[in-house]
């Protein structure tokens, strides 16, 4: 099983739709958890962190269910300039260090 | 306030031959982790440069190795390269507070290594 996993998609989505996607991790002991998005042959920007009571910006919302293992990105009201695709990275513990990793991402795409 | 810079941007290499790519972190942080992206995945974690060594390191072969100076910049050296080495190699960099978890990184360009 991969440490963190998440739905490639594509999410195909009209605008203005409510849409959230769901990345699993597998280490109990990850400690933080974040979201990254990334822009068609650029690098990883960060979107959010996710914190424990859940966190609110904007249009997104980004919440952690540490029994489940999951976080999870919800985006309303969706724009076009959202298309991209949404990485998960997780903290994890590794030699005195956290190492985040990451998911494949999940390709959005909003049509008109 | 410089972010993360790397160079080149893009270069073609042949099998075999070697590669250096070169990373400065954004100012104030001393933490240099490199990560491998190939089309369609996530960034693979390569290792991580703190205080001029090599701390973690990721399931990749010894012909991945690199360095980071005492400015806190950082080479990732590829040796012999092989075709599936081509993908966009991402240096990204932090500021390591001892058993803090959450510190956020911070991805440069990336560089696109095409190997034919």
């Known amino acids: 099983r991969k440490e963190v996993e998440q739905d490639p998609g594509p999410f195909n989505v009209p605008e203005g739709a409510t849409v959230a996607f769901n990345c699993t991790y597998s280490n109990s002991a990850s400690q933080s958890f974040f979201w990254y998005r990334q822009d068609c042959r650029k690098e990883p920007k960060l979107l959010m962190s996710?914190?424990?009571s859940g966190n609110e910006d904007g249009r997104f919302t980004a919440q952690l269910n540490r029994a489940s293992q999951y976080i999870s990105l919800l985006i309303r009201d969706s724009k076009l300039s959202d298309s991209a695709t949404y990485l998960c990275a997780v903290n994890s513990p590794s030699g005195g260090s956290y190492i985040p990793t990451f998911g494949r991402g999940t390709s959005l795409i909003v049509h008109p | 306030d410089a972010g993360v810079t790397q160079s080149p941007t893009h270069l073609i290499k042949t099998r075999g031959q070697q590669v250096t790519l070169r990373c400065s972190p954004k100012?104030?942080?001393?933490?240099v982790s490199w990560y491998q992206q190939a089309l369609g995945q996530g960034p693979q974690f390569i290792f991580q440069?703190?205080?001029?060594?090599?701390?973690q390191r990721g399931n990749f072969p010894d012909r991945f190795s690199g360095h980071q100076y005492p400015n806190y910049s950082s080479e990732l050296n590829v040796n012999a390269l092989l075709l599936g080495d081509s993908a966009l190699y991402l240096c990204?960099?932090?500021?390591?507070?001892?058993?803090?978890?959450?510190?956020?990184?911070?991805f440069g360009e990336g560089s696109w290594l095409t190997v034919v």
């Open positions: 100012s104030g942080h001393d933490t």
């Open positions: 990204a960099s932090t500021l390591r507070v001892t058993g803090v978890s959450g510190n956020t990184i911070y």
């Open positions: 996710v914190y424990s």
């Open positions: 440069y703190y205080e001029e060594e090599e701390r």
